[in-house]
């Protein structure tokens, strides 16, 4: 409890001032943040009027690319930090989303609230116990015809590539310096299809995306 509260307050007080300068530099090599994000959702469908959640929401630019792809859909965005979610109640692309502060493993909502739960470039920040509770709690509230995306780093077969991107994305920096450094290194090792169908999905698929370099996981029950 005590680490979740000092990452809380590193968002709320430090990194929701960089998120979106740093988010921006981080997604040059693919071209630019709005290439990124398009390129992020391609490949998953979505019906007319679905009911999307985004968990871990941050500044709402993912939440905001959701909202391009849905046809009269109902979105709705969430996340742990109150400073990145005042940074995005700022952003005219999100007027009249529901940006709400809750915790990705106790989300605020009903059983089969909505149709796809989405985590965002998050969970490889998240220690395994809590990457766990997190993807129980999407398949809580997406119910037994719904399901979970999970958008996140991969690890490409070009050495060169890992040492390019791996360097780009300060990779390098030890886990003290960067704290996400051993829960990125714990989620490569067990890899996210294999989180997902642990935390209860039956049916998973994996888009590979931007020459490896990132992945889509799509899990139903």
């Known amino acids: 409890m005590e680490s979740r509260r000092r990452y809380r307050a590193i968002y709320d007080h430090v990194l929701s001032r960089i998120y979106d300068l740093y988010m921006a530099w981080y997604m040059l090599p693919y071209g630019g943040e709005p290439r990124f994000r398009r390129g992020m959702l391609e ?14 929401c941050g500044t709402g630019n993912a939440t905001a690319a959701l909202r391009r ?4 859909g109902v ?13 995005a109640r700022r952003k005219r692309a999100l007027s009249g989303v529901p940006l709400l502060q ?26 395994r116990a809590v990457r766990g509770a997190a993807l129980r709690e999407a398949l809580r509230v997406c119910g037994s015809e719904g399901r979970v995306v999970v958008l996140e780093l991969d690890r490409p ?9 791996g360097t780009w994305f300060f990779f ?10 051993p829960t990125r290194r714990d989620l490569q090792r067990r890899g ?30």
Not at 69 to 72: E, F, Q
């Open 69 to 72: 792809r849905l046809d009269a």
């Open 102 to 127: 809750a915790d990705a493993t106790h989300l605020p909502f009903p059983p089969a609230a909505f149709d796809s739960v989405f985590l965002p470039h998050a969970i490889h920040e998240m220690p």
């Open 172 to 181: 390098w920096v030890p886990g003290f310096i960067n704290f996400e450094t």
């Open 157 to 165: 077969e070009s050495l060169w590539l890992r040492l390019l991107i």
């Open 192 to 221: 996210v299809v294999n989180e997902v169908r642990e935390a209860g999905f039956a049916h998973v698929r994996r888009l590979s995306k931007f020459a490896g370099t990132m992945q889509a996981v799509e899990g139903r029950p």
């Open 75 to 87: 979105l709705v965005g969430s996340d742990l930090s109150r400073g990145q979610l005042r940074r």
């Open 43 to 56: 490949g998953l469908e979505f019906r007319s009027g679905e009911r999307v959640l985004d968990c871990t």
